[in-house]
């Protein structure tokens, strides 16, 4: 599992090229080392990287936004490691009960 912050913007808009570059060498070694097949790609609501919910009209117009950002890292990271095979989630993670859910694919 690779875990940074800011979820897929590093691979989709990243502040700097340098930081698209780590990912996709973790993402490198994970495939060389570990032999890993497959990577699922996360963002999440209320993401502070790129400004959280407030910056959007609507619960809707963010959904969209990530979808799109999603499916944009995915087509980098497919294109750099065209035998991996890459899913992405959007997830809402509850604050009253900690609990994620799986809001769009």
Do not use: W
């Not at 990912?23 to 209320?46: F, P, V, Y």
């Amino acid at each position: 599992m690779i875990e940074m912050a800011g979820a897929s913007k590093n691979l989709a808009s990243p502040l700097e090229e340098q930081d698209k570059i780590a990912i996709l060498e973790n993402i490198d070694i994970a495939a060389k080392l570990h032999h890993s097949q497959r990577l699922i790609l996360t963002n999440h609501m209320d993401c502070g990287a790129y400004g959280g919910s407030k910056i959007f009209k609507s619960k809707e117009e963010e959904i969209q936004f990530h979808k799109k950002e999603l499916a944009k890292a995915k087509k980098i990271v497919q294109k750099k490691f065209p035998g991996l095979i890459v899913k992405t989630e959007f997830l809402v993670i509850s604050k009253d009960k900690n609990k994620i859910k799986l809001y769009a694919r």
